[in-house]
């Protein structure tokens, strides 16, 4: 029986911490995303630090998707997500991203930031759907391809900042370098 697009339109998923046994499949659903994936040294490197956390969304036994994002005095920022190919368009992302929302206050963290390669649409578009907005360019940011990244951000409740005049000044300061 083959499911058609409306019956796979949300797949209900468990968001919990991320423990050392999910490693495996975190490491799979990293490798069917990523041209650049991180290695499994880069993950535990990155969990050892103490404002670095780890999550997974499960479905059943199976793990399927994850985030890795960092806590900082008045924002999150994501350093990796992703949603395992099969699972896509389910809404997991979503759910993930719901996730770390339910996690800013208006009085504490405001924002949650993240880059994302320039080369990767469907990432921009999956963020853009989240409303999280492109706010700058980083020039040349990934070490192994040199491409660009755009820093994505969201903004909670109605906090819309002074933001913007602080993206154009980092962007000069960019081009001058």
Same mark, same amino acid.
């Given at each position: 029986?083959?499911?058609?697009?409306?019956?796979? &339109? =949300?797949?209900?998923v468990h968001i919990?911490w !991320? @423990?050392?046994?999910?490693?495996p499949?975190? +490491?799979?659903?990293?490798?069917?995303?990523f041209?650049?994936?991180?290695?499994?040294?880069?993950?535990?490197?990155?969990?050892?630090?103490?404002?670095?956390?780890?999550?997974?969304? &499960? =479905?059943g036994?199976?793990?399927?998707?994850? !985030? @890795?994002?960092?806590?900082?005095?008045?924002? +999150?920022?994501?350093?990796?997500?992703?949603?395992h190919?099969?699972?896509?368009?389910?809404?997991?992302?979503?759910?993930?991203?719901?996730?770390?929302?339910?996690?800013?206050s208006?009085?504490?963290?405001?924002?949650?930031?993240?880059?994302?390669?320039?080369?990767?649409?469907?990432?921009?578009l999956?963020?853009?759907r989240q409303d999280?907005?492109?706010?700058?360019?980083?020039?040349s940011?990934?070490?192994?391809?040199?491409?660009?990244?755009?820093?994505?951000?969201?903004?909670?409740?109605?906090?819309?900042?002074?933001?913007?005049?602080e993206?154009v000044?980092r962007?000069?300061?960019?081009?001058?370098?």
């Open positions: 029986m083959s499911m058609g697009r409306t019956d796979k &339109e =949300q797949l209900r919990r !991320m @423990i050392r046994r999910d490693m499949e975190v +490491l799979q659903a990293e490798q069917l995303s041209e650049y994936p991180w290695t499994e040294e880069d993950f535990l490197r990155c969990l050892r630090q103490r404002n670095c956390i780890g999550m997974v969304a &499960e =479905q036994e199976k793990v399927v998707g994850f !985030m @890795i994002y960092e806590l900082h005095k008045s924002k +999150l920022h994501i350093l990796n997500f992703a949603v190919p099969g699972y896509r368009r389910q809404s997991v992302g979503a759910q993930m991203v719901g996730k770390l929302v339910s996690k800013l208006s009085h504490r963290r405001t924002r949650i930031t993240l880059e994302v390669r320039e080369t990767n649409l469907a990432a921009q999956f963020f853009a999280f907005r492109a706010v700058r360019v980083l020039r940011f990934y070490e192994d391809s040199g491409e660009d990244a755009f820093l994505m951000q969201y903004r909670f409740g109605d906090d819309t900042g002074d933001d913007f005049e993206s000044n962007i000069a300061q960019f081009e001058e370098n």
